[in-house]
């Protein structure tokens, strides 16, 4: 605009002033009915300014597309930040690692605590850079979603309202005012008046008043036809029905669809070439890694859908498994679609971190995210789960994202059984018992079976009522068994029992195995496990473990694509159900992996920590409990040995000896009556060559090995003075002459004593 404009407005505005000046003069000389058609006049102008400034408030003047590109360029933005601040990250953990590896060589040390620590920190700030280099900007240019564009919208109308709420005039005691009024209020030019109080000439007349929601104008696609397509916007209503399609309109691949009114035509045109019986499309969301809607069928269910997923891919153009379909419980002749042309878990967050001992392991913590983009967080108290997923299924990562959690409680003891692999691997540190080999497995097992038992009796006696309540004191057990069907039968054998009885004494057992099916169990016990989860694996496994019809459904775990050596594909997918809290859904979820470096320093912590121990009353308890049967000796009728006992009942140090575990630090039986009482047993057993004694007998046999010491001392006596000095009560001994139970003490449980 020139000087010239310039003038020609201010001569304008001159002249307007003037006419309304002559205006007012004139209904005062001539009087009311003048007067009347004034008010008349400026009624009509402000109803045009009211038009207009309410069109401006809602954003009528920017379309869809010019607010696309705003949000693109702020995601861009958002993006490129994030980047500057992972490179920032990077070079801050290199510097203090250098810095600790000076200190730590003053030392003359080549590593500490300290630099580990750093280590780990670093690696996962590297690992989150490459992460990001690998997606590049694609990312942050893709078109924004429906939920974005109104969000943005939204910030807009809120921007424009507060130029004038901001100033004061926008809220006169609770009441928003005319926009006209505060247009006034603000000083605008009478120029700026006119403007917007001119007559509303035809074309602009639709744009005045803004529709509840923003439409978009669909632009032409190869193979689409716009016209006679329905535009409503999400959140249940309906953008399309087969009624509406165009006639001869052909199927397109999802590629070209560039509006949630395309992407609706897109769907129904190729459920009709693959006579899929989908009557409408509503709630259509563009998403970062493709598209997804509410899709409804008019007869049968969405198990249509679901047999013709592989021909739907063809139609719709898209790779393998891009066709997902979620049938909704709620709404039977329902299902939501997802369109996949990307990674949906790309932008998934990673595992928090979880300080030592930050958990309780009755809290539900988030190990996966589900393709909707909702959290997958569980407690495992008192919850028993099976996971199966072939062989690049992801297992390891699957159960570590599990075991990252309960080595951060406060009152759980997490236990790792393996008998073909490495289990927890980098969380070995802060994991209790590692057992390998068979003998240490069904030890194990063994163990947990009896204090599970012993448990049940303890707590009414501490007031726990109908479950078992952890605490620091009194602990929880996870215990986790990879490679299940690798074991041996009697391993087996002890887990189904424990998986029978532990779960109200919360010694919970995760099994983990490369099948679901009775070849790899032994046993049809899958779908009596309260949680199952299943990554890649056979069709044959998910309706094994998830139910006959559970593909019908919409179960699709055996559709996922286990690792290659160069593709992690879809490893630590998985469908699951039972998950506490939450409905059984088809949904895929992906787990949260965490690189080892960071799982190796997160044990690091952990045990330096401190690692918890068996409470005293459950060990204790054990010793009242029988055996089962089948872990007995059998002797023959003469009450000679026939058969020895599969496995050995231990104590909690032998146990953790067997298994090369750290026993608990424990103060040294000191010179005294307790120690002088345990040394003797000791002697008597070893002169009698027995390994073990009756209560009765070895009371008789103490009496007469040192009749000044144990002579004026009675049985019970004799208990109590063995009680105090750690050995606890009597035990089962097994069958010993005609008496198949008694109770007594053990030769090796007295010299761990000692």
């Given at each position: ?86 490179i ?29 620590r ?58 928003f005012i ?12 009478p120029?700026?008046?006119?403007y917007?109080?001119r ?23 190869q ?11 999400a ?10 399609l ?18 609706a ?12 019986p ?46 997902r ?7 039977r ?80 003891i997490t ?26 497995i ?9 204090m ?7 707590r ?12 620091a ?69 998910t ?70 121990e ?6 204790d ?20 040995l ?105 030769r090796?449980?007295l010299?761990?004593?000692?």
């Amino acid at each position: 605009m020139d000087l010239h404009d310039t003038e020609n407005i201010v001569d304008a505005e001159v002249v307007e002033e003037g006419r309304v000046r002559r205006l007012q003069g004139h209904i005062v000389e001539k009087g009311r009915p003048h007067a009347a058609k004034a008010r008349s006049a400026l009624s009509d102008q402000r109803g045009r300014v009211n038009a207009r400034m309410r069109a401006w408030f809602a954003t009528a003047d920017l379309n869809d597309l010019k607010l696309a590109e705003q949000v693109v360029d702020q995601k861009r933005k958002k993006a490129l930040d994030a980047d500057d601040q992972l490179i920032r990250e990077v070079a801050r953990q290199r510097g203090r690692l250098t810095a600790a590896k000076v200190e730590a060589a003053k030392q003359k040390l080549e590593s500490t605590p300290e630099v580990e620590r750093i280590n780990g920190e670093l690696a996962a700030a590297e690992a989150r850079l490459a992460a990001r280099a690998e997606e590049g900007p694609a990312l942050a240019i893709l078109p924004p979603t429906s939920k974005e564009l109104g969000k943005a919208r939204w910030a807009k109308k809120a921007t424009r309202a507060a130029v004038v709420i901001g100033a004061g005039y926008g809220w006169l005691n609770g009441v928003f005012i005319e926009p006209s009024l505060a247009l006034l209020s603000l000083g605008v030019a009478p120029f700026g008046w006119w403007y917007l109080s001119r007559p509303v000439e035809a074309e602009e007349a639709q744009g005045l008043v803004l529709p509840t929601a923003p439409t978009s104008t669909p632009t032409p696609v190869q193979g689409a036809v716009p016209a006679g397509t329905a535009s409503a916007p999400a959140g249940g209503q309906v953008f399309l029905t087969a009624e509406q399609l165009p006639e001869g309109a052909k199927p397109f691949p999802v590629r070209n669809a560039t509006t949630p009114e395309h992407l609706a035509q897109c769907v129904l045109l190729a459920a009709r070439a693959e006579s899929v019986p989908i009557v409408d499309v509503s709630d259509v969301q563009r998403q970062p890694w493709g598209w997804q809607c509410t899709v409804r069928v008019s007869e049968g269910t969405p198990e249509a859908i679901i047999e013709k997923s592989g021909d739907l891919e063809t139609r719709f153009d898209l790779p393998t498994n891009g066709v997902r379909p979620q049938p909704i419980k709620a709404r039977r002749a329902c299902a939501i679609l997802r369109l996949v042309e990307g990674d949906p878990f790309a932008t998934a967050p990673g595992l928090p971190y979880r300080a030592p001992k930050s958990m309780s392991i009755t809290d539900r913590f988030r190990v996966g995210t589900s393709v909707g983009g909702d959290p997958l967080e569980l407690s495992l108290a008192g919850v028993m789960g099976l996971w199966v997923a072939a062989s690049g299924g992801g297992k390891t990562g699957i159960l570590q994202a599990l075991a990252e959690g309960t080595t951060a409680c406060r009152d759980n003891i997490t236990i790792d059984l393996d008998p073909h692999g490495d289990g927890l691997e980098d969380l070995h540190d802060c994991v209790r018992i590692t057992a390998r080999t068979n003998e240490q497995i069904e030890a194990v097992l063994l163990f947990f079976l009896v204090m599970s038992k012993a448990r049940a009796r303890l707590r009414a006696k501490l007031g726990m009522g109908r479950k078992w309540k952890a605490s620091a004191s009194h602990p929880a057990f996870t215990i986790y068994f990879d490679e299940f069907p690798r074991a041996t039968d009697l391993a087996k054998r002890l887990a189904k029992a424990l998986l029978d009885v532990g779960r109200k004494e919360l010694i919970v057992l995760e099994i983990a195995s490369q099948g679901g099916q009775k070849g790899y169990l032994g046993e049809n016990f899958a779908q009596m496990v309260a949680l199952a989860a299943l990554g890649p694996c056979k069709v044959g496994d998910t309706r094994s473990v998830f139910g006959d019809g559970s593909v019908k459904e919409g179960y699709l775990p055996h559709k996922l694509s286990p690792a290659t050596d160069t593709d992690p594909k879809d490893a630590g997918h998985i469908f699951i159900q039972g998950v506490p809290g939450m409905p059984d859904e088809p949904i895929e979820y992906a787990i949260h992996e965490a690189p080892s470096a960071v799982l190796r320093q997160l044990a690091a912590e952990r045990l330096e920590a401190g690692l918890l121990e068996p409470d005293q009353d459950s060990l204790d308890g054990m010793k009242t409990v029988d055996l089962p049967e089948y872990v007995e000796p059998e002797y023959d009728k003469d009450g000679d040995l026939k058969k020895e006992a599969p496995v050995q009942l231990l104590t909690w140090e032998q146990l953790l000896r067997l298994c090369d575990a750290e026993p608990a630090a424990r103060a040294e039986l000191a010179d005294g009556p307790e120690r002088a009482v345990i040394e003797d047993s000791v002697i008597v057993m070893e002169k009698a060559g027995v390994d073990r004694m009756k209560t009765e007998v070895l009371f008789v046999a103490l009496r007469n090995f040192d009749a000044d010491t144990y002579g004026q001392m009675g049985a019970d006596e004799l208990k109590a003075l063995l009680k105090l000095a750690g050995a606890g009560e009597p035990i089962t001994l097994g069958a010993i002459g005609e008496e198949k139970n008694p109770r007594g003490f053990k030769r090796d449980r007295l010299l761990q004593l000692l």
